[in-house]
């Protein structure tokens, strides 16, 4: 048995909690660089956090110009502003953008360098500056991982910053700061934080030395995983359809929060897979949210390694309430694969590639680059040459899920 547990020195989560946050910034450091958006920094809830804060250390700065999928503009800019004012703790307020953002301009200031130092796994040499991580959405996870997700220019696909070293070191997980999210982005985070409990459930196993789980970031799904990932679909699953409904249902918004959560801590070990890596380069080309293309791609990925995960999808069935008493794996993956048509037609994400302006005739170079993700795309777990995935990817642009049955002889 070798296993490993990461997070943050400090979880901190239910209604309310977001008062502690000037503590614990102040316990961490005197000179604050706080990363927001122009919204949330407009926003009641926000404001006071700020004001508070200043109340409690020396110096504050305030970088809240982030701009969706972390640019590397938008890394210069803020890792200026830390400079600016010495900053010695930084705190995140915001969804994944502002909290990946965050986490490499802490890289920056402790180790010096640009991003494109540390893109890949295991690049960053040692801790960062404290970072106190609080997300305003139900989605990400970013608050608990140690991934930072940017957008290069003079790439196609997004990039990974991926280390141990950039885990938060607190994270305060308020339901109450996620009421004023609107419908658009609940749904899109949050089927997002469903896809990273699956892929965690269902990502390949592996085995490691005693090396591994310090060197490496990803290193499969494992008993403690699991654990993380049922919970985390079980409570998404009966909220996010009420949540995007009704945006006021604070039992859901709870689920929410409590859910995006877990399903953080899965795949901080386990990994995302197949989905992930797909979305990257079709949401650079598309512009569309990350949220959204994993969503339209979670069943696609899902129908095409059903031989090796009929048994976990039969759990997540069960887990999610459908009835699966004495289905075989094969009947109890149609259930849940079935509901979670339903679920994603429900909260308003497209039904095909097709749907969101992408181009059949790229779909053989997206997959191509996607099968360079190989910190993702070795978690899948059905098969990861580049026919495969093209034939995913041929299923989501036509919606017709048999197209991605390939003869060993295809792949």
Request: a negative charge.
């Amino acid at each position: 048995m070798l296993e490993t547990v990461r997070g943050p020195r400090q979880l901190i989560v239910g209604e309310g909690v977001a008062q502690n946050i000037p503590r614990v910034v102040a316990e961490c450091g005197s000179r604050v660089l706080i990363v927001t958006d122009r919204v949330l920094l407009g926003q009641p809830g926000v404001a006071e956090i700020v004001a508070a804060v200043r109340e409690k250390v020396e110096v504050v700065g305030v970088f809240a110009d982030a701009t969706p999928d972390v640019p590397l503009a938008d890394v210069a800019l803020a890792v200026s502003v830390a400079a600016e004012v010495d900053a010695d703790v930084i705190l995140a307020v915001g969804g994944g953008t502002v909290i990946d953002l965050a986490k490499i301009v802490g890289v920056i200031r402790r180790h010096g360098g640009t991003p494109r130092d540390f893109y890949g796994e295991s690049k960053v040499p040692g801790p960062t500056i404290p970072l106190v991580a609080v997300p305003t959405t139900s989605g990400t996870g970013s608050e608990l991982t140690p991934v930072s997700v940017l957008t290069d220019p003079d790439r196609e696909l997004k990039v990974g910053v991926s280390s141990v070293h950039i885990v938060p070191d607190f994270a305060i997980v308020d339901p109450e700061l996620t009421y004023t999210c609107p419908a658009t982005v609940t749904a899109y985070s949050g089927i997002d934080a469903f896809c990273h409990a699956v892929e965690s459930y269902t990502a390949r196993p592996r085995a490691h030395g005693p090396r591994d789980p310090v060197e490496q970031v990803f290193l499969g799904r494992n008993p403690i995983t699991d654990h993380y990932a049922l919970l985390a679909a079980e409570r998404i699953a009966r909220s996010l359809p009420r949540v995007v409904r009704d945006g006021g249902d604070k039992d859901a918004r709870a689920d929410m929060s409590y859910g995006s959560m877990l399903a953080g801590l899965a795949f901080s070990h386990a990994g995302n897979a197949a989905p992930h890596a797909l979305q990257y380069p079709i949401g650079a080309a598309t512009h569309t949210p990350h949220g959204l293309g994993v969503g339209l791609l979670l069943p696609y990925a899902l129908d095409a390694a059903r031989d090796a995960i009929g048994d976990r999808l039969t759990i997540l069935a069960g887990v999610c309430g459908l009835d699966v008493t004495d289905a075989s794996d094969a009947e109890g993956a149609d259930t849940f694969l079935t509901w979670l048509d339903g679920l994603l037609a429900d909260i308003g994400i497209p039904t095909t590639l097709a749907d969101i302006g992408v181009a059949r005739a790229d779909l053989p170079r997206f997959a191509e680059m996607a099968s360079g993700v190989t910190r993702l795309i070795q978690n899948h777990p059905g098969p990861t040459d580049t026919a495969s995935l093209t034939a995913i990817l041929e299923a989501a642009w036509t919606g017709d899920r048999t197209r991605h049955v390939l003869t060993p002889e295809q792949r």
